[in-house]
């Protein structure tokens, strides 16, 4: 399945604007949606899973890495989307979920987890030794976060060889990434990017004809709040970094919200790899607050959810600040999307599936129009199933949709 990959990165580099989507999640709807419009297009896509999210102790998502490929596959089947266009990846795979640990002990568990990541079938591999363990600094350098990168490129080989490697990260400092005068986010320079790539090279060995992306900031970002927009007339002339390596690509991370022109722009500018995931979980949440809005207990939903996230804050409360309101609206609303880890608790399925339940009928234009974009009502006629999930599901496409750009070089 890397092959797909591989020649995708072949196109790029030869100067085509070309790139597939990674799309990171774990949302049921959010799948759904997601390997159905690759589907549609006749498209590949890449379905990741984080360090955080599945490992060989269940992560936040209670699955195993072989768990959650029977999952995606179980959904593609179920949408009837072809498998042999789905590839699966894993993001940051390292030491980060287990850093309060040692190094040893983390990196220990961190090679039980890639260990199980091959061998259940994903292929495009990210590894992210970047963040400090137990008593190291909270971001290492490139030559010790290239060396057990290698270690677990190792393990992985051991297993497979048909592994595509992406190496680099782009975790912002401590506080948030870092805003330039203007306001917008600096990008990686090339030299570091460059040097990041180096080190790998030396680190890797004979693997390092596996590295297929190196993970470096274009300049974009999101907040809880506000979307940090590529500059689209700025090139930081990062592909630069890779003249010495063809078979490599750029990774962009944090793509969310992003104008549709940044896509094409970015693989333009070197960017094959594109990731995309807070943004989908967020036209899940406005398709079903949408919906909320339209029943005859209005915001019933949005009030079940708001007792969820108060009852336990510990997805939220570190990552939003302000008062009252400020926190309420971002704990519904903001960017980062923080409630989307809320959605697989109990009390919060019996509420979306108490809201869906409550649309057994077809509701009329001049109530949908209220609450729903035309783009959104449109994809939606086109889609299988009851109103309200067709709805669900078109809110979601469309915002995935801008990734799946036509090549016009």
Request: proline fraction near 6%.
């Amino acid at each position: 399945m890397t092959e797909m990959l591989r020649d995708i990165i072949r196109h790029n580099r030869a100067g085509h604007a070309v790139a597939i989507p990674s799309v990171c999640s774990a949302h049921p709807d959010v799948l759904r949606a997601s390997l159905a419009l690759a589907q549609h297009l006749d498209r590949p896509i890449v379905i990741e899973a984080t360090s955080n999210q599945v490992n060989q102790d269940g992560g936040y998502t209670g699955m195993l890495p072989a768990d959650f490929i029977r999952y995606v596959n179980k959904l593609a089947d179920d949408t009837g989307v072809d498998r042999d266009r789905v590839i699966f990846g894993g993001d940051h795979l390292g030491p980060q979920a287990w850093r309060a640990m040692d190094a040893t002990c983390a990196m220990a568990k961190a090679e039980v987890m890639v260990r199980d990541y091959v061998a259940a079938g994903f292929g495009k591999i990210h590894l992210d030794c970047s963040e400090g363990c137990a008593d190291e600094p909270a971001q290492l350098g490139d030559d010790i976060t290239a060396l057990r990168s290698a270690c677990l490129a190792q393990i992985c080989c051991d297993s497979r060889d048909d592994i595509l490697f992406v190496v680099g990260t782009e975790v912002p400092p401590p506080g948030g990434a870092r805003i330039d005068a203007q306001g917008d986010i600096p990008p990686t320079s090339p030299d570091a990017a460059r040097k990041t790539l180096a080190a790998h090279d030396a680190a890797f060995g004979d693997m390092a004809s596996l590295i297929g992306g190196l993970v470096v900031q274009p300049g974009v970002e999101f907040s809880p709040t506000k979307v940090h927009h590529l500059p689209m007339d700025r090139d930081p002339h990062l592909a630069t970094a890779l003249t010495d390596h063809p078979h490599v690509c750029l990774e962009a991370h944090s793509t969310d919200y992003q104008n549709p022109a940044v896509y094409p722009r970015l693989a333009a500018l070197g960017f094959a790899f594109q990731k995309v995931g807070p943004a989908l979980t967020f036209a899940y949440r406005e398709a079903l607050y949408a919906l909320d809005q339209l029943r005859p207990s209005k915001g019933a939903l949005q009030a079940a959810m708001e007792a969820v996230m108060l009852d336990d804050p510990t997805y939220w409360q570190a990552h939003y600040a302000g008062d009252d309101a400020a926190l309420y609206a971002q704990r519904h609303f903001g960017l980062a999307d923080r409630i989307r880890y809320y959605w697989p608790q109990p009390k919060a399925q019996a509420a979306v599936q108490a809201l869906m339940a409550e649309f057994d009928t077809t509701l009329p234009d001049h109530l949908l129009i209220q609450q729903f974009d035309q783009a959104v009502l449109d994809r939606a006629e086109a889609l299988q199933g009851g109103q309200a999930q067709r709805l669900v599901h078109a809110q979601i496409a469309c915002a995935l949709a801008p990734y799946f750009f036509e090549d016009t070089a």
